[in-house]
């Protein structure tokens, strides 16, 4: 899960210089804490093939994350759609490209989501989130302790604000 994050990252953020190397398991598990809330907040961020079965409305169909290209879609019955005749522009709708009506009943579609690499934002977000997590562990006698009340830091979730998933995976 961690593919565009590594542990050398984390270590640099965090200001782990004098590090041996026994700390690089807990290292990796706040990475993939970090990693894993944003995905879950904001979808897949490196490219990644989605295959899923969607409800089609009039016009439009929600996209469970923001599709950069169709690879992909059909009918229940198998009748294979036309991909040139439809439209995915980063967001999670797929429309017609004549802003006509869509074929009823629900669709399987194949898209890829996610960016070639991984953009600043979310690079930024994951290392935030994944250093709360490592360092809310780390109470040393005579340092004031690191709230550990929350794991998305408002910094964080100010990084991601433009790249959440709406509720009910619409945006």
């Known amino acids: 899960m961690t593919a565009w994050l590594t542990v050398e990252d984390l ?3 965090v200001n782990n210089t004098k590090a041996t190397g026994a700390e690089d ?5 706040s990475l993939e804490v970090g990693v894993g809330k944003v995905e879950e907040l904001c979808g897949p961020v490196v490219a990644t093939d989605i295959t899923e079965r969607i409800d089609v409305g009039t016009y ?4 469970k994350f923001r599709a950069e290209s169709l690879t992909s879609a059909a009918t ?3 009748s294979v759609l036309t991909l040139a005749d439809y439209r995915v522009d980063g967001s999670q709708l797929l429309a017609r490209a004549d802003g006509g009506r869509m074929p009823s009943g629900p669709l399987d579609v194949a898209y890829v ?3 070639a690499t991984a953009p600043w934002w979310a690079r930024a977000a994951a290392l935030n989130i994944a250093a709360q997590h ?9 340092q004031q302790p690191v709230p550990a009340g929350f794991l998305v ?3 964080a979730a100010e990084l991601m604000k433009d790249h959440l998933l ?5 945006a």
């Open 166 to 170: 709406a509720p009910l995976g619409f």
């Open 76 to 78: 229940l019955a198998g």
């Open 134 to 142: 490592w360092k809310s562990r780390l109470t040393m006698p005579g």
């Open 25 to 29: 398991a807990s290292l990796l598990l």
């Open 153 to 155: 830091s408002n910094q």
């Open 60 to 63: 439009a169909a929600v996209l």
């Open 113 to 115: 989501a996610g960016w």
């Open 11 to 13: 270590r640099g953020y």
